[in-house]
């Protein structure tokens, strides 16, 4: 099993999209980053959990399923880094393989460290990609695959239709 942990607050600072979105809705960044992890999370089959700083929503810890992601606020001074580690040290076994979404250095040597591996910003951002494009092409190559009528039908009678739903008798 693949479990990818993504550090919520530094995708959302280095991807262009959700910076936008951060400096006029923060809330609408982080559920736009949610989104995007569940899509990846369906089409990968990888369990994400996004960890998020409680310097931007300060209180007590929270976790909550949304899209079937699950989200992990930290309890007020603790960060993001400080629950990734711990949840690499609960995670990482021999049968699962614990991977972390961030772009910050030191926290990429850490998790290397516990043996763990990297998967920066920008990787992440060009695999959601290379995910959608794969996605296009195979509704592309389905949408050829399924015949046009539910009803197979030779091609004088279809023609017959189309010129009668053009009002051409």
Sequence with gaps: MNILLVDGYNIIGDWEELQRLRDKDMAAARDLLIERMADYQAFTDT??????????????????????????????????DERIERLIKKLKN?????????????EQRTIFAQGALRLSAREL??????????????LK????KQPQSKIILDQEILERFEKMRRGEN
């Design 94 to 106: 021999v049968k699962t393989q614990v991977y972390v979404a961030t772009s910050d250095y030191t």
């Design 47 to 80: 369990k994400v959990i996004i960890v998020f700083d409680a310097h931007e929503a300060p209180g007590k810890e929270s976790k909550l399923k949304k899209f079937k992601v699950e989200v992990i606020y930290t309890k007020e001074n603790e960060t993001a």
């Design 141 to 144: 190559e389905q949408e050829k």
């Design 125 to 138: 951002k060009v695999e959601l990609q290379d995910m959608e494009n794969e996605i296009t092409l195979r």
